[in-house]
């Protein structure tokens, strides 16, 4: 079970029910149309040709040298700094001809690029290409290209490539100057390690899951200090590490990991790592599919559907199905929508794994009501108006509004009060609210698929909001948000949506 706002502990007749859900496999879905095929060419050594000798063509001259390349380049002439790159290559070698290209001179070549200005010189040069066995590129002309230069991010042996088909370049470099920003010059030296230590590795001949496990803890030695050399104890401790796990009994772990409230932007920098580690990924039906994506593509996927008000997955046969599969080995991640601690079932399947002695630990996320909040461009709290925040659910294991809610509580003016899965019940609700001495005219505001592109909100007083709300019959998964700080946002018609969030 989930906390989106929507889902919710699901009644108790539909736990066992007819209409009740099993477990079921969810393939990823297919990647999208790709406007070019990513690839690194393997260079070293091999023969390249180049025509031109134009500042454009020197940069490509760089590139292909830069990867080990034994380029030729054909030129009428060559500027001082094409004879500099000649006597100084940053690998590879470089080798000036001083005339112009033949057909012949792209034979045994792996690429062949050049800057021609006229259209008939180009596709002569390309049919050479062709013909030689080689991949073509003349520059700024995309239609006689059979592979694109992108920006590229060189950590070497780690390399970051951008490309935007063309479409902007300029675009593509204000990109990889974002990512320059955040990957330091010397994590080059963490990938160089990784290229070094890698035999040592394979050498043990492990299993899969502990092979990822190793490269998993050199990431996050790597990421955790970017800035430093690696050293010899890393690479012991590592390997120590790797050690232990491959002698000690296969055993797998759980994680219960908090999806946030929609927005895949909310994800905590754990919950990623998390996802990126999953060997089986078992998720609630209000996970958006822009959050499974960030998992591993070869995880296996199993959809848990946990919805309020309809047919659900047995609790029970979920935390049988955690721990078997974590037996087997898997690392899991039981992902659940909002923060698997405010109304997740969380304590349920931590028992389960407890009770059988299966590692399971919490990745806190962004509940509905932060993230909701936050949409709306709320505080939960003021310090004169609001001094307590209090979570509700509305509807219990039966479906239907709790009878043992602190009416009190709910009722006092200084509280701030997120009412989750209020759609059936919000009416009564409010009643008993009311009643307790809430004022009809306390704000409130219900915000329907909080944080996502569809997120709508309707405002209104505590005493008119649910008439207000079956008028406008919106669907998808509700928060309602009652007390003082909803009166800042503006009351709105039928289905108006809130402010716009920043980006």
Not at 87 to 115: E, F, K, M, Q, Y
Not at 160 to 186: K, M, Y
Not at 429 to 456: S, Y
Request: charged share 25%.
């Amino acid at each position: 079970m989930s906390e989106p706002g929507a889902a919710g502990e699901e009644p108790a007749a539909q736990d066992g029910g007819e209409d009740r859900r099993r477990p079921e496999p969810s393939a990823p879905p297919r990647i999208g149309p790709l406007a070019t095929l990513p690839v690194f060419l393997r260079l070293d050594g091999q023969r390249a040709v180049l025509a031109g000798a134009s500042d454009a063509a020197l940069w490509k001259a760089e590139l292909i040298a830069a990867a080990g390349a034994d380029l030729h380049v054909f030129a009428e002439d060559f500027g001082p700094a094409f004879v500099e790159l000649r006597n100084a290559p940053p690998a590879g070698r470089v080798t000036l001809h001083r005339r112009g290209w033949t057909p012949g001179d792209l034979s045994g070549a792996a690429i062949a690029v050049a800057d021609i200005e006229h259209a008939d010189e180009a596709a002569r040069f390309v049919e050479a290409a062709r013909e030689a066995g080689a991949t073509w590129n003349v520059i700024d002309r995309p239609a006689f290209c059979a592979f694109q230069f992108g920006a590229i991010v060189n950590r070497s042996p780690l390399v970051v490539a951008i490309s935007t088909d063309g479409a902007a370049p300029v675009f593509g470099q204000a990109v990889r100057a974002r990512i320059e920003a955040i990957l330091p010059a010397a994590l080059a030296r963490w990938a160089q390690a990784a290229r070094d230590w890698r035999p040592a590795v394979q050498a043990r001949r492990l299993a899969l899951t502990a092979r990822r496990r190793f490269w998993e803890s050199f990431a996050r030695r790597a990421l955790a200090e970017p800035a430093r050399a690696p050293v010899d104890a890393d690479r012991d401790a590592l390997l120590a590490d790797l050690d232990r796990v491959a002698n000690a009994p296969a055993r797998g772990r759980v994680l219960l990991v908090g999806a946030g409230p929609g927005d895949p932007e909310l994800l905590t920098l754990r919950a990623v790592r998390a996802l990126q580690a999953a060997d089986v990924i078992l998720f609630d039906d209000l996970v958006c599919e822009a959050v499974l994506d960030l998992g591993r593509r070869e995880a296996r996927r199993i959809r848990v559907g946990k919805r309020g008000h309809g047919p659900s997955c047995r609790q029970s046969e979920i935390c049988d199905l955690v721990v078997a599969l974590a037996r087997e080995g898997k690392t899991v991640v039981r992902l659940k929508s909002g923060d698997p601690g405010v109304f997740g079932r969380a304590s349920e399947e931590l028992a389960a794994c407890r009770a059988a002695g299966v590692e399971a630990s919490i990745v806190p996320g962004v509940s509905a009501a932060q993230g909701a909040a936050a949409s709306l461009g709320l505080s939960l709290t003021e310090r004169a108006t609001a001094r307590r925040v209090q979570f509700v659910t509305g509807h219990g294991q039966d479906g239907a509004l709790p009878r043992d809610l602190d009416w009190s509580a709910i009722a006092d003016p200084k509280a701030t009060t997120a009412i989750y899965m209020p759609r059936r019940s919000l009416a009564e609700f409010r009643d008993g609210a009311l009643a307790a001495g809430l004022p009809a005219q306390t704000p409130a505001v219900a915000i329907v698929n909080a944080t996502r592109p569809d997120e709508i909100s309707v405002a209104a007083p505590i005493g008119d909001l649910p008439e207000r709300l079956a008028r406008a019959r919106i669907e998808g998964p509700m928060l309602v948000i009652v007390g003082a700080v909803a009166g800042a946002v503006r009351a709105a018609d039928d289905g108006a949506g809130g402010p716009s969030r920043p980006f």
